[in-house]
C-alpha cells in the first residue's frame, strides 16, 4: 500500500497561471479531503468528497476547483494562481467506517510569484 | 461551529523531560478527539485519538492524552521526552455524523539536550 500519493512535491507558478494538484488513494477510502497549510495558521479544508461525483465546499474554497470522477483520484485545479495561493497543500483520505480517522499524504509546496 | 485552541506556539522541553501539550475544544456534544504529528516536510501522522470510552487514550511512540470533558480539554502527554520527538503537534475534533475535522493551529515543539 502506497497510502495517499501527492504530485508534484513542489511547484512554483506565474501569477494567473492554472494548476492541477494531484492527490491518489490505494486504500478504497470513500472520503478525501484538500487542506492547505499556512505558517502558523494550522490546516483549513479546501474541499471534500464523499464518493465518486460527489463534492463538497470547505472552509476556504475560494480559488480552487475539484472534481473526483473514480475512488482512487481526487485532484485539485487553480485556475488563476494569486500570491495568496502560495501554501503547503494536503489531501488526505478516509474509510467510511472510521470517517473521522484521516491518513495525510506528503503535502505539496506551491509558490506562486 | 466547533473550534480548536492549543494556548501554546512553542513549547522547548529537556530531552528526558516529561511533556504536556494543550488543547481545548468548543463543540455541543461529545467530541471525536484526535493529536496529529508533523516532522518538517512531513504530512501528519496521527498519534492517538478519543471517540468514546476510557478518557484516557494511549497513541503510538508513547504518547496519551486525556479527555476532560469538564474543562474541554484534550491535553497530551509523554512522560520522557526524544530528540526524535521535537516536530509541530496539531490537535483537532470532529463531530458525529460529519466526515470533517477543524485543526489548531498547532503547537511546535523543540527539544534541548
Known amino acids: 500500500n502506497a497510502g495517499v500519493t501527492q504530485t508534484p512535491k513542489f511547484r512554483i507558478l506565474k501569477i494567473g497561471q492554472s494548476m492541477t494538484l494531484q492527490c491518489a488513494q490505494d486504500m478504497n477510502h470513500n472520503y478525501m479531503y484538500w487542506y492547505r497549510q499556512d505558517p502558523g495558521m494550522g490546516l483549513k479544508l479546501i474541499y471534500y468528497s464523499v464518493g465518486a461525483g460527489i463534492t463538497d465546499k470547505g472552509e476556504v474554497p475560494n480559488g480552487y476547483n475539484v472534481s473526483r470522477s473514480t475512488t482512487e483520484d481526487f485532484p485539485l485545479r487553480l485556475e488563476l494562481a494569486a500570491p495568496s495561493q502560495t501554501s503547503v497543500y494536503f489531501c488526505?483520505?478516509?474509510?467510511?467506517?472510521?470517517?473521522?480517522?484521516?491518513?495525510f499524504g506528503p503535502g505539496t509546496r506551491l509558490l506562486v510569484l | 461551529a466547533q473550534s480548536v485552541t492549543q494556548p501554546d506556539i512553542h513549547i522547548t522541553v529537556s530531552e528526558g523531560a516529561s511533556l504536556e501539550l494543550r488543547c481545548n475544544y468548543s463543540y455541543g456534544a461529545t467530541p471525536y478527539l484526535f493529536w496529529y504529528v508533523q516532522s518538517p516536510g512531513q504530512g501528519l501522522q496521527l498519534l492517538l485519538k478519543y471517540f468514546s470510552g476510557d478518557t484516557l487514550v494511549q497513541g503510538i511512540k508513547g504518547f496519551e492524552a486525556e479527555f476532560k470533558r469538564s474543562q474541554s480539554s484534550f491535553n497530551l502527554r509523554k512522560p520522557s521526552v526524544h530528540w526524535s520527538d521535537a516536530a509541530e503537534y496539531f490537535c483537532a475534533v470532529g463531530t458525529s455524523g460529519y466526515s470533517t475535522l477543524t485543526f489548531g493551529k498547532g503547537t511546535m515543539l523543540l527539544v534541548s539536550p
Open positions: 488526505a483520505s478516509s474509510y467510511l467506517g472510521r470517517r473521522e480517522t484521516q491518513y
